[in-house]
């Protein structure tokens, strides 16, 4: 109960939330296993609340181990692609591990052919024809293997014709040696091609933004190309990462939803020349529809947003991520301006690409605003029985009227029979 009751006081006093990498670190009390297991469940729940972990770093990279994997076999299948996606100092490893072993082994087998045939008994002896002229010990047969599968060919050492079996062995390794080459030197040319490092060229803004857009509200965040070759074919998505709970009782953890960022109206494609900001419009299909500036801290969620392209000198596709948190969604701003007109060209000024200024924002959710909207727009005692009301009026307002004009017209006509009587 003492331990409880501690654990308890401690993470009440810590009740702000954090991100996970802000630098405030929430010191955990040092309790056994098992009172650790047995923590009372709303104190886990404040807990998790308290971290956010990201989903989708800063970076792009996904912030996501795979464990337990018992078919590793499919990586062996697919063994082109694994060698890519290796870091580049195991690469540079199995690089020279691959030529290394094939030169000795086929060294090997050379040593072995001339000690067979007795080449190492007849050394200078001119009138013995050896496999391999001038091989005398594994050191030169590892020279010779280097030579054949290299191609080098600097003429001292150098296959007879009175060994077929060297000459088999030669072919052997020349058709290999030429595999391993093409499967080496082709990994490692698609490993310096790969379009990672031209990703790290576009850039996304530091925060994203809410405010008013053509009267509407709208989230909006800012990409950037830093190059002067840009991408072909560039297009943006965005994804809202929360877990949910479904209507039957089933809890979804780290749900992906689509945040339209013009997909219908074709906003999405992107001509990257210039920084541009993507707009989304946060409207009844919008999951920030019902949120707040109030209830936006409070909010669990991330947004991922995904620039993809073709790189214009290679043709090869790029793909570049950023994920925003709660807490780097500013309510109330906008994206200062970055771009210029000069004299004869356009600048763009890449020292304010993260800068925001404030804005009057409201603080009430999208939904609250087309609510008030709709009632600003009726009377407040608008109903069946008003409308009711009015026809009744205007009626008796058109009896009225033309009882009147008939009184006249019966006033006319008896003031005309008294004056002819006259």
């Not at 190492?120 to 050896?130: L, N």
């Not at 082709?186 to 379009?195: E, L, N």
């Not at 763009?348 to 009632?375: C, G, I, Q, W």
């Amino acid at each position: 109960v003492f331990l409880f009751s501690t654990a308890a006081n401690v993470l009440e006093e810590d009740s702000m939330e954090q991100d996970i990498e802000s630098p405030v670190t929430i010191h955990q009390p040092k309790l056994p296993k098992q009172a650790r297991e047995d923590l009372p469940k709303n104190i886990s729940k404040e807990c998790a609340k308290r971290k956010i972990q990201r989903y989708v770093r800063k970076d792009g990279k996904c912030n996501v181990h795979h464990g337990n994997v018992r078919e590793t076999y499919r990586y062996l299948t697919d063994i082109f692609t694994t060698l890519v996606d290796l870091k580049w100092r195991f690469n540079l490893l199995i690089f020279v591990m691959v030529y290394t072993v094939t030169w000795l082994f086929f060294g090997m087998i050379w040593w072995l052919i001339a000690y067979m045939r007795g080449d190492m008994d007849h050394i200078g002896d001119s009138t013995w024809t050896p496999c391999v002229s001038n091989l005398n010990g594994f050191v030169s047969a590892f020279l010779f293997s280097i030579e054949t599968e290299t191609t080098i060919g600097y003429g001292y050492r150098v296959i007879t014709d009175k060994c077929p079996e060297g000459i088999i062995l030669l072919l052997v390794q020349s058709v290999l040696g030429s595999i391993v080459n093409a499967f080496m030197v082709g990994c490692m040319f698609v490993k310096i091609s790969q379009p990672k490092k031209r990703a790290e060229t576009l850039v996304f803004s530091t925060n994203a933004v809410i405010s008013m857009r053509d009267g509407k509200l709208c989230l909006m965040f800012r990409v950037g190309d830093l190059r002067n070759s840009h991408i072909v074919e560039a297009s943006i998505r965005a994804k809202l990462i929360k877990s949910k709970q479904t209507k039957e009782g089933e809890f979804i953890p780290l749900n992906q939803t689509d945040i339209n960022v013009g997909y219908y109206t074709g906003d999405d494609r992107l001509f990257l020349v210039s920084p541009l900001i993507i707009s989304h419009e946060i409207n009844q299909q919008s999951p920030f529809w019902e949120i707040s500036k109030a209830q936006l801290p409070k909010e669990e969620l991330e947004i991922v947003v995904i620039l993809e392209g073709m790189v214009e000198a290679t043709g090869m596709t790029c793909q570049a991520r950023s994920s925003y948190i709660t807490s780097e969604i500013l309510w109330g701003y906008r994206f200062t301006p970055v771009l210029t007109l000069e004299d004869g060209f356009y600048e763009v000024d890449y020292n304010s690409f993260h800068e925001t200024y404030e804005t009057n924002t409201p603080v009430y959710s999208a939904k609250e605003l087309a609510e008030m909207a709709s009632r600003a727009e009726l009377p407040l005692t608008w109903s069946v029985s008003s409308k009711l009301d009015q026809h009744a009026e205007l009626e008796t307002e058109e009896e009225e009227k033309n009882q009147e004009d008939q009184n006249e017209r019966n006033g006319d006509v008896a003031n005309l029979e008294n004056e002819s009587k006259v």
